[in-house]
């Protein structure tokens, strides 16, 4: 029964001390990574100007590289500014509806919410590397 008692205390006192998770560090871990993903945004942007500007210097990169079928490679170039576009709609949809004022919320729906949009945020920040790497790698054979 001793034991007991003592596996019982020692419970109900590992219960007392875990900490309810606080809704400003849950928005602060948020925005701390909104910076993080947006440090990529600078990169992801240079990237599509600089595919804009090949497209519209076709006849250049042409007399630069003779043996590119430049059909083919302004389908490809669209196809990765239309990537990079799509990255960067979504960040700014995020940005648009991301709501940090928690007002009349319980500290319990405000954490949900707030995790709930640190998952958003890493979903982007995936996407936005990946296109990075892509344009990133296409890029580079063109020496751009």
């Not at 419970?11 to 602060?28: F, H, I, L, S, W």
């Not at 990255?87 to 319990?108: I, Y």
């Amino acid at each position: 029964m001793k034991l007991f008692l003592a596996v019982l205390v020692l419970a109900t006192g590992a219960v007392a001390c875990t900490q309810t998770p606080n809704y400003k560090t849950e928005r602060d871990d948020v925005m701390k990574f909104h910076d993080v993903v947006m440090e990529d945004h600078g990169i992801l942007v240079n990237n599509q100007m600089r595919l804009d500007s090949m497209l519209k210097e076709m006849p250049a990169l042409k007399t630069r590289f003779p043996s590119t079928d430049t059909l083919k490679e302004k389908v490809v170039m669209k196809a990765t500014l239309d990537r990079l576009n799509v990255a960067e709609e979504l960040m700014n949809d995020w940005m648009h509806k991301f709501e940090p004022d928690v007002t009349g919320k319980s500290n319990e729906d405000a954490v949900k919410y707030f995790k709930a949009e640190r998952i958003k945020i890493g979903k982007i920040d995936s996407l936005y590397k990946a296109e990075i790497q892509s344009s990133d790698a296409y890029l580079k054979q063109f020496k751009k």
